[in-house]
């Protein structure tokens, strides 16, 4: 906590309240919630080291977690904060995000007066925990330039609304999540630079695959358990994106469809395929083919294009070289490919 802040302590023992230059501001809760991060030590050492503070004058670091969706990352930053014991405040940010969400928000009472709502980022600032700003890559760049101090060497963000300027705590530490898709912003350089490392947050190995979902999951059948980690670790391999959460997801939907009607319970298999296809699609029953369209279309090691393919589709039997790409895929198919 800041010296020269007036605190203000509720019930729970957490500041409720905090007046800084004269401005009182509500400050948010922080999040709990029970976040085991299962496997992958690494990551998780690299994310602590990075807030390790060596010196009175050494800075801590704020990386940026990658990873595709739903493969833990925010996980990772929770259980990161857990392990060092300190408050968590996540901040969800969208393409809406303005910088006084992001710091300070007027509120108007009921008896028509003013008061001031610190963000989780604020509140993480001011009581020296951690703040993940999840899925920061969302958040445009007017957004961004109001926490360029904070990221580096002065540790303060100005809040334009309360008139104020607030200083980080020396306990004050914070991560990023970023996801890879089209609904992203560009983020400038400048903040780019400030958010470092980048740690990547990879999919988890077979035994992680069955340890994560056993966590979440503790009362799935092995047998149930088995299917949907050897589906996942068959997309892992085949480079496509279900994640531990499309796991996850699809177990918990085919474990309340069997317990459904005790009298008529559905058969397992059924109940899982039906899951697999409703959470994730028609085109998750055939991974081998959900790969091959895929690397066609990202060009990755598929045929370069010819000027036949201009007019007809690589299925099309009129393709002039269809027989040249009929033998590709035929070489790309392990003997051992299975059907889900
Ligand atoms: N190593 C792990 N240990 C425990 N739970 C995990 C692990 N990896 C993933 N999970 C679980 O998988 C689900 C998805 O994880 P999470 O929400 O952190 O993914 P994400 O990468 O942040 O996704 P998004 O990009 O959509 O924000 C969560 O329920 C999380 O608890
Ligand atoms: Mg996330």
């Known amino acids: 906590m800041t010296k020269n802040d007036d605190v203000r302590e509720n019930e729970s023992g957490r500041p409720s309240h905090v007046e800084i230059d004269g401005v ?33 004058a050494d800075l801590p670091l704020t990386p940026r977690l990658v990873g595709s969706p739903g493969v833990g990352k925010t996980q990772l930053a929770i259980a990161a904060a857990l392990a060092q014991q300190r408050p968590l405040y996540i901040y ?8 006084e969400d992001l ?10 007066e003013i008061s001031y709502h610190a963000s989780p980022l604020v509140t993480a600032m001011v009581c020296g925990g951690v703040c993940v700003l999840d ?12 926490l360029a101090p904070l990221l580096d060497n002065r540790r303060y963000v100005e809040s334009i609304v309360a008139g104020i300027t607030i200083h980080a705590d020396r306990e004050f530490r914070a991560a990023v999540t970023m996801n890879q898709d089209e609904s992203t912003f560009e983020i400038p350089d ?18 992680d695959e069955m340890a994560i979902l056993q966590y979440h999951l503790p009362f799935a059948e092995p047998e149930m358990l088995a299917m949907t980690v050897e589906f996942l670790q068959r997309s892992h391999e085949l480079k496509l994106d279900f994640s531990p959460r499309d796991g996850i997801n699809l177990l918990r939907f085919a474990l309340k469809r069997i317990a459904q009607d005790p009298t008529h319970p559905v058969g397992r298999d059924q109940a899982w395929q039906e899951a697999l296809e409703k959470c994730l699609g028609d085109e ?14 990202l060009g990755g090691d598929a045929v370069p294009l010819g000027l036949a393919d201009l007019f007809f589709d690589p299925d099309d039997p009129m393709h002039p070289d269809r027989d040249e790409l009929d033998q590709i895929d035929d070489l790309d198919d392990d003997d051992d490919d299975i059907e889900y």
């Open 24 to 56: 009182r501001l509500k400050l948010a809760q922080p999040f709990s919630s029970p976040g085991q991060w299962i496997g992958q030590r690494e990551i998780l050492s690299q994310l602590l080291a990075c807030w390790i503070s060596l010196d009175e």
């Open 103 to 112: 710091l300070v928000t007027p509120v108007l009472s009921q008896h028509g």
């Open 135 to 146: 899925e920061g890559n969302r958040m445009n760049e007017k957004s961004w330039a109001s």
């Open 92 to 99: 969800q940010c969208t393409a809406d995000t303005r910088p």
């Open 284 to 297: 998750a029953v055939d991974l081998e083919s959900l790969a091959q369209r895929r690397r066609r279309t």
């Open 190 to 207: 400048y903040i780019m630079s400030r958010l470092q490392p980048t740690l990547s947050v990879g999919f988890p190995s077979k035994q």
